[in-house]
């Protein structure tokens, strides 16, 4: 039996690509934090630069997932999550990535807010699922 092939909506299809551009760009920015970012950069500066790294490889990562389980469940607080995510990972790893790229360090008062939007994101996920209720009987 053969089953009709799942929809996607442009929402869904938005953020989809969204997160395949912040793996991507993530796994160069991986690359030149181990191979470029030595011959100028603190030790210390490469670790912030490895973290932001890191926070947006996951996320990047489980905003796919999002983005997949939005295929069966649909409601406002999935899409909330996912803007969440996309806001958190440009807000925590961009402020790291600038930061150590130009030594502003007034940028380091936005990192925290980055994180309270990935917080925020993962909290939205539970509520998306709280709110779900199947409609089988």
């Not at 210390?44 to 939005?70: D, G, M, N, P, R």
């Not at 909330?80 to 996309?86: C, L, P």
């Not at 917080?119 to 089988?136: D, M, Q």
Request: one cysteine or more.
């Amino acid at each position: 039996m053969l089953k009709q092939p799942i929809k996607l909506t442009e929402t869904t299809r938005f953020f989809l690509i969204l997160a395949s551009l912040l793996g991507a760009s993530g796994v160069a920015l991986g690359a030149y934090a181990s191979h470029g970012l030595s011959a100028w950069a603190t030790v210390k500066e490469i670790e912030y630069f490895q973290l932001a790294v890191t926070y947006q490889l996951f996320h990047a990562i489980t905003l796919l997932a999002v983005c997949l389980l939005s295929l069966f469940i649909t409601n406002a607080f999935l899409i909330a999550s996912k803007i969440a995510f996309v806001l958190g990972v440009v807000l925590f790893s961009g402020s790291l990535y600038l930061y150590v790229l130009t030594g502003t360090k007034i940028l380091g008062a936005i990192t925290p807010i980055g994180g309270l939007c990935l917080i925020v994101a993962w909290l939205l996920i539970a509520l998306a699922l709280l709110s779900h209720r199947n409609n089988t009987k």
